[in-house]
């Protein structure tokens, strides 16, 4: 239910579009029919407060024993915060590399060695730039319990990379949900949801498939 109640509001304030008509270009350079901007969220209280509380029943079920809260440079600093402030647990952040000036951090914060952190993150993708943070609190010795996110794609290459590093991940919500309550809510017509079912099998190949 919780998975069906965060993709509604992912799509109702426009934080995850669906244009299949007019695909985004990704920073990776693969073209989606799918756009997620998480920052979005925190414009919305009703919606930023549904998920910093999804993201905190989450943390006292799964990981009760988390002692730090660690965000994920740059889009889940924010959301990451507002978990730690409600659980009144600390709060560190990690860069995607260290700061070019000053104590050149990568972790920003105070974390040590034999912490219990829980990562929060924004969005999952292939998970590569999300399991660098987890690489980095492992490197200053901190236990890393699991990573929990907004919103996943489901990919199998992330899945393969989360399981290599051996972290459990946890979404708030993900691609089949939103598309079958994209459908529910009339956003996309049966022949979008066929572009977007075929997107989801082959997402770095479908650009050149499709232009």
């Known amino acids: 239910m919780r998975e069906q109640i965060v993709a509604k509001h992912l799509l109702q ?11 985004f270009l990704w920073a990776s350079g693969w073209h ?7 920052r979005l969220v925190l414009s919305f209280p009703v919606t930023r407060n549904f998920i910093s509380e ?3 029943d989450l943390v006292r079920s799964v ?11 740059t889009g ?3 959301h990451g915060a507002l978990v730690a402030d409600r659980l009144g647990l600390p709060f560190a952040y990690v860069r995607p590399s260290p700061k070019a ?12 060695a034999g912490d219990r952190v829980v990562v929060i993150e ?20 901190c236990e890393v319990m699991g990573m929990l996110a907004i919103f996943t794609y489901g990919f199998y290459i ?5 399981s290599k590093q051996s972290c459990q991940l946890h979404a708030l919500t993900n691609y089949d949900t939103l598309i079958m309550v994209a459908q529910d809510m009339g956003i996309i017509n049966p022949d979008q949801l066929e572009t977007l079912t075929e997107w989801r099998k082959k997402p770095d190949d479908w650009g050149s498939i499709n232009q």
């Open 76 to 78: 889940a600093i924010a």
């Open 63 to 73: 990981y009760p024993s988390a002692g730090v809260i660690a965000g994920v440079a």
């Open 101 to 112: 000036h000053g104590l050149e951090n990568l972790i920003e914060g105070r974390v040590n």
């Open 13 to 23: 304030i426009k934080a995850i579009k669906l244009e299949p008509a007019k695909p």
């Open 122 to 141: 924004d969005l999952v993708s292939t998970g590569k730039s999300s399991l660098k943070a987890v690489e980095a609190l492992r490197s200053a010795g």
């Open 54 to 56: 999804s993201f905190c």
């Open 158 to 162: 992330a899945a393969e990379n989360f």
């Open 32 to 38: 989606s029919p799918v756009y997620c901007d998480n």
